[in-house]
């Protein structure tokens, strides 16, 4: 039975925006693994041949294609290189995203239009670039990578959390629209913390240095549930348990969240170490950052490593108290 499974994806004809880091580069090694042909695209074309090289030696059959998602030219010219590669796209990943952290009014408004080009903008494009040739070869399979941020609010990173409820709107839209093409489906994953460069390529316009709240979970986890997907396509599903916890106690206890995160958010910056200001990889692609794992699964201690974890428990706390006092 395992067999049959690893079979099932050998034919398909893959192709992965934001594939030369991180989630991105796990799946493409995920796929490659199934013996998929992958097309890869990044902006980093460098990076890119090495994640072919991998993808190859696992067995897998692989293009590198430069792309830049906020672009639609490079977009659309992305499908016709992957039409030309495999004769058919069978499922298109759109995986490429970016953040900008910061006070909303003192981070540079070219910096949130910047994240809401690649994180909706992008997906949006992909969609657009691959769509007509789904309904032309009457199948095909889209995945959205989106974020528990589509479900609970980021404070300090008004963009990407704009950009993400952006994405499951049109998500849910586009699937409607295309209820009628029973053969071409939409799914959205929505990852917890995730052990990527992410933070590492990011827009730091508040000068501290930010690290990811645990629990901070593997890459690997994020394309095990898109190959997944892939077999066995369903509208979307949750990766980390800790995305759960969050989204319900948004929808439980909305105002506490917005309040304590921002709390907790504030009194980490005092005391964090200071750091440059940076554009990060928002407007130029940068050599930071090659790799699945951004190294935040290992043992650190400091405020800003426990700072959600700390605000769900005393949050919960705090609610489940002040509804006892009610009754």
Request: aromatic share 8%; hydrophobic share 45%; proline share 5%.
């Given at each position: 039975?395992?067999?049959?499974?690893?079979k099932?994806?050998?034919?398909?004809?893959?192709?992965?925006?934001g594939?030369?880091?991180?989630?991105?580069r796990?799946?493409?090694?995920?796929?490659?693994?199934?013996?998929?042909?992958?097309?890869?695209?990044?902006?980093?074309?460098?990076?890119?041949?090495?994640?072919?090289?991998?993808?190859t030696?696992?067995g897998?059959?692989?293009?590198?294609?430069?792309?830049?998602?906020?672009q639609?030219?490079?977009?659309?010219?992305?499908?016709?290189?992957?039409?030309a590669?495999?004769?058919?796209i069978?499922?298109?990943?759109?995986?490429?995203?970016?953040?900008?952290l910061?006070?909303?009014?003192?981070?540079?408004?070219?910096?949130?239009?910047?994240?809401?080009?690649?994180?909706?903008?992008?997906?949006?494009?992909?969609?657009?670039?691959v769509?007509p040739?789904?309904?032309?070869?009457?199948?095909?399979?889209?995945?959205?990578?989106?974020?528990?941020g589509?479900f609970?609010?980021?404070?300090?990173?008004?963009?990407?959390?704009?950009?993400?409820y952006?994405?499951?709107?049109?998500?849910?839209?586009?699937?409607?629209?295309?209820?009628?093409?029973?053969?071409?489906?939409?799914?959205?994953?929505f990852?917890?913390?995730?052990?990527?460069?992410?933070?590492?390529?990011?827009?730091?316009?508040?000068?501290?240095?930010?690290?990811?709240?645990?629990?901070?979970?593997?890459?690997?986890?994020?394309?095990?549930?898109?190959?997944?997907?892939?077999?066995?396509?369903?509208?979307?599903?949750?990766?980390?348990?800790?995305?759960?916890?969050?989204?319900?106690?948004?929808?439980?206890?909305?105002?506490?969240?917005?309040?304590?995160?921002a709390?907790?958010?504030?009194?980490?910056?005092e005391?964090?170490?200071?750091?440059?200001?940076?554009?990060?990889?928002?407007?130029?692609?940068?050599?930071?950052?090659?790799?699945?794992?951004?190294?935040?699964?290992?043992?650190k201690?400091?405020?800003?490593?426990?700072?959600?974890?700390?605000?769900?428990?005393g949050?919960?706390?705090?609610?489940?108290f002040?509804?006892?006092?009610?009754?």
């Amino acid at each position: 039975m395992e067999q049959e499974q690893s079979k099932s994806l050998a034919d398909k004809v893959v192709v992965i925006t934001g594939a030369s880091s991180g989630i991105g580069r796990a799946t493409a090694v995920a796929f490659a693994r199934e013996g998929a042909s992958l097309v890869l695209a990044a902006r980093r074309t460098e990076i890119l041949e090495q994640v072919v090289a991998d993808c190859t030696q696992w067995g897998g059959k692989a293009v590198a294609i430069t792309t830049d998602v906020a672009q639609t030219h490079s977009m659309q010219a992305l499908a016709e290189a992957a039409l030309a590669f495999g004769g058919k796209i069978d499922i298109w990943i759109n995986n490429a995203g970016a953040g900008a952290l910061g006070a909303y009014d003192e981070t540079p408004m070219a910096a949130h239009e910047q994240v809401v080009q690649i994180n909706l903008l992008g997906h949006m494009r992909g969609a657009h670039a691959v769509l007509p040739i789904f309904k032309l070869q009457e199948h095909g399979h889209l995945i959205n990578t989106i974020s528990i941020g589509a479900f609970a609010p980021m404070p300090y990173a008004v963009a990407y959390a704009a950009s993400k409820y952006g994405l499951r709107g049109f998500s849910e839209a586009l699937r409607a629209e295309l209820s009628k093409f029973p053969h071409i489906q939409i799914s959205d994953v929505f990852p917890a913390f995730i052990d990527t460069p992410g933070f590492q390529h990011a827009g730091n316009y508040i000068g501290k240095k930010i690290k990811p709240a645990p629990p901070v979970y593997e890459p690997q986890l994020v394309a095990e549930a898109i190959v997944s997907l892939a077999r066995k396509p369903k509208p979307s599903v949750m990766v980390g348990g800790f995305g759960y916890v969050a989204r319900l106690y948004y929808a439980l206890f909305p105002k506490l969240t917005r309040t304590g995160t921002a709390r907790f958010m504030e009194r980490y910056f005092e005391r964090a170490e200071s750091v440059p200001i940076t554009d990060g990889s928002l407007f130029q692609p940068s050599n930071v950052g090659a790799d699945i794992s951004g190294g935040w699964r290992k043992p650190k201690s400091g405020v800003g490593s426990v700072a959600v974890a700390s605000l769900l428990a005393g949050g919960i706390a705090t609610s489940l108290f002040y509804l006892a006092k009610k009754r």
